[in-house]
């Protein structure tokens, strides 16, 4: 099952093409974050993302930028200034909308979940390089996925370590938790991930490699999305299946 079939919307956007003088459809919240960026291109590529963002969800929902409200969440502090899972009230629906956004160099993806039974969303893109370092396997990866990177040919070594890298974002993103979790812990080799606790860990997972083409990166780019559903009650289960994705 696709992103589209799943009721999720991406975008890729050249972050050079979003107007800045757009930002007046900011809040004040996100206006203030973009103010502690001490490099200016640091700061006009969190106001390009934020924009871009803000513009998807009006194109998906009829909705004026400027009417989106941000509600942020932070499951380990419970704050809501600016961190942690990004929702968004709208005036035409009910709820939160929950959202990711990625940027990697002069480009950002942008992702909604326009189904209400998703309790979480991520998205990440990287350069294929991105995790290309030494000390790589032993800071980011699980014992298992070091012993499929040893099975993998040296050529294609860097490639294997960001695409595992993008679906690990992924799913800490979609936890709400960042790097504040060590990736070291979660494994996401397979089509879903393990080594989750508490009840995300209990829920329907789909994790799925995104095709660059497919959204309009470079070709050297690696992507990918996660989403969970929580599940509410064992009985109701089947509502919601079994949520496919593929290998990394």
Not at 7 to 26: E, I, N, Q, T, Y
Not at 53 to 70: C, F, M, Q, V, Y
């Amino acid at each position: 099952m696709t992103a589209a079939a799943r009721g999720l919307s991406l975008a890729a956007v050249r972050l050079s093409d979003v107007d800045l003088g757009l930002a007046h459809v900011l809040d004040e919240a996100e206006v203030a974050r973009a103010s502690t960026f001490r490099s200016p291109a640091l700061r006009d590529a969190f106001l390009a993302g934020r924009i871009a963002l803000r513009l998807h969800i009006s194109a998906l929902t009829g909705d004026s930028p400027e009417s989106l409200e941000e509600h942020y969440l932070c499951p380990t502090c419970s704050s809501g200034q600016g961190h942690g899972i990004p929702r968004y009230r709208l005036p035409s629906r009910p709820g939160l909308l929950r959202v990711s956004l990625s940027r990697s160099g002069s480009w950002c993806v942008v992702a909604a979940a326009l189904d209400d039974r998703i309790a979480g969303i991520g998205v990440d893109i990287e350069n294929g390089s991105a995790a290309d370092f030494e000390g790589f396997p032993s800071l980011a990866m699980t014992a298992n996925e070091r012993g499929q990177l040893e099975k993998v040919p040296p050529a294609l070594k860097t490639r294997f370590q960001t695409r595992l890298w993008v679906r690990k974002e992924a799913v800490l993103k979609a936890l709400g938790t960042g790097l504040a979790k060590a990736p070291s812990l979660v494994d996401v080799s397979g089509p879903t991930p393990s080594g989750l606790t508490g009840p995300p860990g209990r829920a329907l997972w789909s994790l799925e490699d995104l095709s660059p083409a497919g959204l309009g990166l470079p070709g050297d780019f690696a992507a990918s999305i996660a989403t969970f559903a929580e599940i509410p009650h064992a009985s109701r289960t089947m509502e919601y299946g079994h949520l496919p994705a593929g290998g990394p």
